[in-house]
């Protein structure tokens, strides 16, 4: 069984503990999750519920997306996610909120990492630098790539190439406040992505 919800990230921010530690908290607005679609084992072989996050524009809504709203009797929305074997009983057009979750309780993030373009290996995978002293052509260059007896360079080498923008998931992060007024969650540390991405909150699988 796991509980979910689609969200943002808006920042981060600090936060003073009651004993006087100050906690560093990224803020996500997580709500409110409308149900847009219910999936049954009989049907469709799994049981999950889609949300939908965000209204969106009528206009900019196509045609079998618009019946698909229309039949869980919802708006549009602008992002659609599933969580299969959710806890609770739902149906179409329920709202889900960040009272889902609790203060204390444990967390896995999903998002889509900041992207840095084309970078070399330096920088993507840390590789030590050459020698910068002078007569030295070998400064960020990834040095051998494969022996001699191969004569090819193996799949799967590090090499340059695009950095970033991949899908990252944080584990066991601790859920420090709920504010329910605003639809907003505290987590301690930092999740991927820029500010006003989308993160996928889930409950922790290892916690």
Known sequence: MAKGLIGKKLGM??????????VSVTVIEAGPNVVTQKKTEEVDGYNAVQFGFEDKKEQRTNKPDK?????AGVKPKKHLAEFRD???ELTEGDQVNVDLFSEGEMIDVIGTSKGKGFAGTVKRYNFNRGPMSHGSHNHRAPGSIGSTDAARVFKGQKLPGRMGHER?????????????????????GSVPGPNNGIVYIKEAVKS
């Open 13 to 22: 921010t600090q936060i003073f503990q009651d004993d006087g530690t100050v």
């Open 168 to 188: 990252v998931t944080i584990q066991n992060l601790e859920v420090v406040k709920v504010d329910t007024e605003k639809n907003v969650l505290l987590i301690k």
């Open 67 to 71: 019946g698909h709203f229309k039949r």
């Open 86 to 88: 959710f806890p609770e």
